[in-house]
């Protein structure tokens, strides 16, 4: 007899219509589910446009890639302040800002090494800080993947405990069902907001480790290429230095009279008219 009583009362319920159930709820089953609605709206707003913004920041950074190749020096880039930068920009920019420091000042490895230490302090500084932009509205979703479920079961818990408290000792299913619909109301909502934000926050996750990943590998092959081209400018540096330093010592060096294109004449032997000439034995003869 209670089957059939419970049966009748459910197809009662099932012609009244969802808004049957809100009408079953209290005031603090009510509050409960408009906090879930409003949830599941920032859930879904927070998961479109965090969809919208990794599309963005993967689709600049390919772009910057490609154009990155064609240029023949990272270390000469100007990037103008006040724009808005992509990962890979911003990582460049920040590359380039460490090298201006040393501008002028490579000459020989240890230069070169002690500016590459700058460099990639910068790049770990940029990496930092870009996940931290990569992660944002992951915690949102995350709270409302684990919060949902629970703050329905809050208020599940308090309209089944309303409803028996208001029991009589005479009270039958028909007193009871009407209750426990209106509080189950909040168990539902709590995982329409939870559900949702679990696939998405898990496909999200996946794209922003990829990005992670893929934005390391960048800022690795960034600090090669920057390494390789500080080497050869302090080899020109360095040979720069080496011309000057002579020509220094040339035009420091005392001068020299060059020697007469024209050798001095021989003096002539003394001609036998004027009594000088003596021919070889003329002592012995005397």
């Known amino acids: 007899m209670s089957a059939l009583l419970t049966l009748s ?26 906090v879930l609605l409003v949830c ?66 490579l000459l020989r490895q240890s230069d070169v090494t002690l500016c590459m230490g700058h460099v990639e302090n910068a790049l770990q500084r940029g990496v930092s800080r870009t996940m931290v932009k990569y992660e944002d509205k992951m915690v ?17 818990v ?13 009270a039958s299913i028909s007193q009871l069902a009407p209750g426990v619909s209106g509080a189950l109301v909040t168990t539902t909502l709590g995982l329409l907001v939870a559900i949702p934000a679990t696939f998405g926050y898990n496909y999200l996750l996946t794209r ?46 005392p001068a020299v009279p060059a020697p007469s294109a024209v050798a001095p004449a021989a003096p002539e032997p003394p001609s036998p008219d004027d009594g000088s000439f003596s021919p070889p034995g003329w002592e012995d003869a005397q």
Request: proline share 2%.
């Open 208 to 253: 922003v480790k990829l990005m992670t990943t893929e934005l390391e590998n960048f800022a690795s092959s960034l600090a090669d290429r920057v390494e390789l081209e500080l080497e050869g400018e302090a080899r020109r540096n360095f040979a720069q230095h080496q011309e000057r330093e002579a020509a220094r010592r040339i035009a420091a060096a």
């Open 140 to 156: 949102l979703l995350s709270s409302l993947v684990s919060g949902g479920p629970f703050l329905g079961l809050l208020g599940t």
């Open 158 to 170: 308090w309209g089944v405990m309303v409803t028996f408290g208001a029991l009589t000792e005479k």
């Open 40 to 105: 599941s709206f920032i859930g879904w707003g927070a998961m479109i446009q965090k969809w919208g913004d990794v599309q963005e920041l993967r689709r600049r950074n390919l772009s910057f890639e490609r154009r990155l190749r064609d240029e023949p020096a990272v270390v000469a880039l100007n990037f103008p302040r006040g724009t808005s930068l992509a990962p890979y920009e911003y990582l460049v920019a920040e590359a380039v800002s460490a090298v201006q420091r040393h501008k002028g000042r």
């Open 9 to 34: 009362v459910l197809a009662e319920a099932e012609t009244k219509g969802a808004l049957w159930y809100f009408q079953q709820m209290d005031t603090v089953g009510l509050a409960v589910a408009c």
